[in-house]
């Protein structure tokens, strides 16, 4: 079985051939760290997460680029109005979003390019567009992207390019913008005295200014793999289903305008969207919910991972408060067989041959255009079923622990609920045990009667030895 995937360019599910195997080159859009991101940017992230995970499970060498986008028009906006720099603004979000990335166990990408860290690279592009007559300074200052210049403009999100060629000479300056006026697309913003009070704007041949949004993913992709790898194509390109217009037409069309390849990236990868009651969820609709606050709801990363393994890539995914306890308890059902594995070290044979069952079924779900709930299918039908064995005194088989450990390293990275939530555990209970004994000391025989009862709630005994109390799991 080869990896295929879907491919929003051809609308098709592809086998996957990198163009220099082993290495697979990834660009995926990263957030725009005006505010904390959301599950619903995390939905994204996890995805790629994913896919990366796979790639590199089934043999790849991924050079991983994701960036982070510290200059735009919400960001200079949000920085204006709080009157403050736009590094100020971003900084600790930046912070905020590489430790929701580890809570949620998402592998750092091999580079996490800042855009205001590449400008350079920015104006360099500039400059080549417009050498090439495809870009013009127009009478406001801006430097924008002449669309009829590009004949595939519209393929990958499908426009109907001959309407776009008698559309006129409309121009668009914001970085948002819909199919329905597609039009030349601003590169280079010219600076605005809000620009410059922020600390957005920057020297270039063609005037001050600051790069528009889709040029920056464009700019940082192709410096930083043609200074790895001098390649000017990528293999895979990511991001939500939200950015395929105009955001990665816009990057498809000045990327390749500018290296004269007929592609940007040879696939594209979209993730739907995570919702809340039918609607995206979404900053703007204020329903969002941040990776931190679930954190400190104490809901482990696993869970969270597992409730995002619930769906297919390409299909939306609801959110709610029912689909969030399954998952937690499916995250707890893992962590306890991993327990189990590790407490009953063995041979078996029936163990062994169940697992290389599960594995080729997870390996085949996995190939087929990342089908992740296929897959997570399969490994919870294989802890009932090693769940059983175990029940009937078959021992953990260390080649099923080799290959539970390959598929939720692939799903998890580790399984928090077992390592974690034992240690959380173990810290609240030793807590409750300390304000034990200063209730008994003080004689506040309700409230240590009180304790014990809920340390029984949370399965645990507690006995009172001459030597202080102690106490174990019921
Ligand atoms: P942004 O920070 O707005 O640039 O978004 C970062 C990433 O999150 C992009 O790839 C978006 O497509 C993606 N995204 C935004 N909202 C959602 C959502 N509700 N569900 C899934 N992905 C999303
Ligand atoms: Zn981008």
């Known amino acids: 079985m080869t990896l295929r995937l879907f491919n929003t360019l051809s609308r098709e599910v592809e086998p996957f051939e990198p163009l220099a195997p082993p290495r697979v080159t990834v660009y995926s859009c990263g957030p725009t760290v005006w505010n904390y991101a959301h599950i619903g940017n995390f939905r994204t992230f996890i995805f790629v997460d994913l896919l990366r995970r796979w790639l590199e499970a089934s043999g790849f060498s991924v050079f991983h680029v994701m960036n982070l986008t510290d200059v735009d028009d919400r960001i200079?906006?949000?920085?204006?109005?709080?009157?403050?720099?736009?590094?100020?603004?971003?900084?600790?979000?930046?912070?905020?979003?590489?430790?929701?990335?580890?809570?949620?166990?998402?592998?750092?990408?091999?580079?996490?390019?800042?855009?205001?860290e590449h400008v350079r690279a920015m104006v360099d592009l500039v400059q080549g567009l417009l050498d090439k007559g495809v870009a013009y300074r127009g009478d406001d200052g801006s430097v924008y992207f002449a669309i009829q210049r590009f004949p595939a403009y519209g393929r990958l999100s499908r426009l109907d390019t001959r309407e776009l060629k008698t559309g006129?000479?409309?121009?668009?300056?914001?970085?948002?913008?819909?199919?329905?006026?597609?039009?030349?697309?601003?590169?280079?913003?010219?600076?605005?005295?809000?620009?410059?009070?922020?600390?957005a704007a920057w020297d270039a041949p063609f005037g001050r200014g600051r790069p528009g949004w889709h040029l920056e993913c464009?700019?940082?992709?192709?410096?930083?793999?043609?200074?790895?790898?001098?390649?000017?194509?990528?293999?895979?390109?990511?991001?939500?289903v939200d950015l395929i217009f105009p955001h990665h037409e816009d990057e498809i069309a000045q990327s390749c305008a500018y290296t004269g390849e007929s592609a940007f990236a040879r696939f594209w990868l979209h993730g739907e969207f995570l919702q809340i009651r039918g609607a995206k969820m979404s900053k703007r609709f204020g329903n969002i919910v941040t990776a931190r606050a679930l954190r400190e709801d104490g809901v482990d990363p696993g869970a969270i991972r597992?409730?995002?393994?619930?769906?297919?890539?390409?299909?939306?995914?609801?959110?709610?408060?029912?689909?969030?306890?399954?998952?937690?308890?499916?995250?707890?059902?893992?962590?306890?067989?991993?327990?189990?594995?590790?407490d009953r070290p063995g041979a078996s044979d029936q163990l062994a041959s169940l697992a290389q069952e599960t594995d080729a079924k997870v390996a085949a779900a996995l190939d087929d255009d990342l089908n992740v709930p296929r897959a997570m299918g399969q490994v919870f039908e294989f802890v009932r079923d090693a769940n059983r064995?175990?029940?009937?005194?078959?021992?953990?088989?260390?080649?099923?622990?080799?290959?539970?450990?390959?598929?939720?390293?692939?799903l998890f990275d580790?399984?928090?609920?077992?390592?974690?939530?034992?240690?959380?555990?173990?810290?609240?209970?030793?807590?409750?045990?300390?304000?034990r004994a200063t209730a008994k000391k003080t004689r506040d025989f309700a409230r240590a009667d009180a304790i014990r009862a809920e340390l029984l709630a949370l399965g645990v005994v507690v006995e009172d030895t001459p030597a202080g109390t102690k106490w174990r799991l019921a």
Request: proline share 3%; glycine share 6%.
């Open 76 to 116: 200079i906006k949000e920085a204006t109005a709080k009157g403050v720099g736009i590094d100020a603004l971003v900084s600790p979000y930046v912070d905020a979003f590489r430790e929701d990335c580890e809570y949620l166990r998402i592998r750092p990408a091999h580079a996490q390019p800042r855009a205001t």
């Open 168 to 199: 006129g000479s409309g121009r668009v300056s914001s970085d948002e913008y819909s199919k329905e006026n597609a039009q030349d697309f601003v590169l280079w913003k010219a600076a605005r005295s809000e620009d410059e009070a922020v600390g």
């Open 218 to 240: 464009s700019a940082m992709a192709l410096s930083l793999i043609g200074d790895k790898y001098g390649a000017k194509v990528l293999d895979i390109h990511t991001g939500g």
């Open 306 to 342: 597992l409730l995002i393994c619930q769906a297919h890539y390409r299909q939306p995914l609801d959110l709610t408060d029912e689909a969030l306890e399954a998952a937690r308890e499916g995250s707890r059902r893992l962590g306890e067989l991993d327990r189990r594995l590790r």
């Open 389 to 410: 064995l175990l029940d009937r005194g078959e021992k953990a088989d260390p080649a099923a622990v080799a290959l539970w450990e390959r598929w939720t390293k692939t």
């Open 414 to 435: 580790v399984l928090p609920s077992a390592r974690e939530a034992d240690a959380a555990l173990a810290s609240r209970v030793e807590a409750l045990v300390a304000e």
